[in-house]
């Protein structure tokens, strides 16, 4: 990625870009704020500044938009009761002292529906806030390979396409992703959100092997799987923040 910074109406727009080989240029912006632009292979600087400086006014009204909600993002210390989301529901962290378990850095977890509670058991209670994060995140996509993978075997059985390997992974600015390899790359965070949302990544993703595009075609085949898909995807960018850590 490259870095580059244009001003408009004497504000400051800093963004990176990266070329490949697409046809047209897309601007995006992560969780954090930050804007990542993408452009065909060739296009000259004071093209992508020109494309960049066109949607100013949306990139700084999302940037606002995105500033006001990670105020009101929860800010996670992965201490006892805590509240944490798996597949839409909020379970209560609770971490518990088990001497059977053989090494300090070694954690057991399980999710207990009957009282509500995501159960992290460990031999040293003493683990720091990085720590319990740490292997939070390894359940976490551990459970969303697993899933994952059962919701793509599903859906291909549903929409004509080929798939090549499944990666989890921790974009920073999107959900999901598909390469021209066929691989599909899931955002491991989206395990927090409702079923329905998941499965409305794993649609899209999927449509893309049809269509790598945001065609009215693409829509159409999401649709046929998802009909209120822009439910889905209005949920996804109001929500989205807060299935962050």
């Not at 000259?44 to 500044?49: D, F, G, Y």
């Not at 209560?92 to 509500?116: N, V």
């Not at 551990?142 to 859906?155: D, N, P």
Request: charge should be positive.
């Amino acid at each position: 990625m490259q870095k580059d910074c244009i001003k408009w109406n004497d504000i400051p727009i800093e963004y990176e870009w990266k070329a490949s080989n697409r046809k047209s240029i897309s601007i995006s912006i992560s969780k954090e704020g930050k804007i990542s632009v993408r452009v065909p292979l060739g296009m000259p600087l004071s093209k992508i500044r020109e494309c960049v400086s066109n949607k100013a006014s949306w990139i700084i009204a999302n940037q606002a938009e995105i500033r006001e909600k990670n105020k009101k993002a929860p800010k996670r210390e992965f201490q006892n009761g805590e509240a944490l989301l798996f597949l839409g529901k909020s379970y209560r962290l609770c971490i518990r002292q088990d001497s059977s378990i053989g090494k300090e850095t070694e954690a057991r977890i399980r999710l207990l529906e009957s009282t509500g509670e995501l159960e992290l058991s460990c031999q040293n209670l003493n683990w720091t806030m990085e720590e319990k994060k740490e292997v939070l995140e390894q359940w976490y996509r551990q459970e969303a390979r697993k899933y994952l993978t059962t919701r793509v075997e599903y859906f291909k059985t549903k929409i004509p396409c080929t798939v090549g390997r499944i990666f989890i992974k921790n974009q920073k600015t999107c959900w999901g992703s598909c390469s021209t390899k066929g691989n599909l790359n899931f955002n491991w965070k989206i395990m927090m959100a409702p079923p329905e949302i998941v499965d409305y990544l794993v649609v899209h993703e999927l449509c893309h092997r049809l269509e790598m595009n945001h065609s009215e075609n693409f829509w159409n085949l999401v649709r046929k799987q998802i009909p209120d898909y822009q439910v889905c995807r209005k949920w996804l960018k109001e929500n989205g923040i807060f299935l962050s850590w």
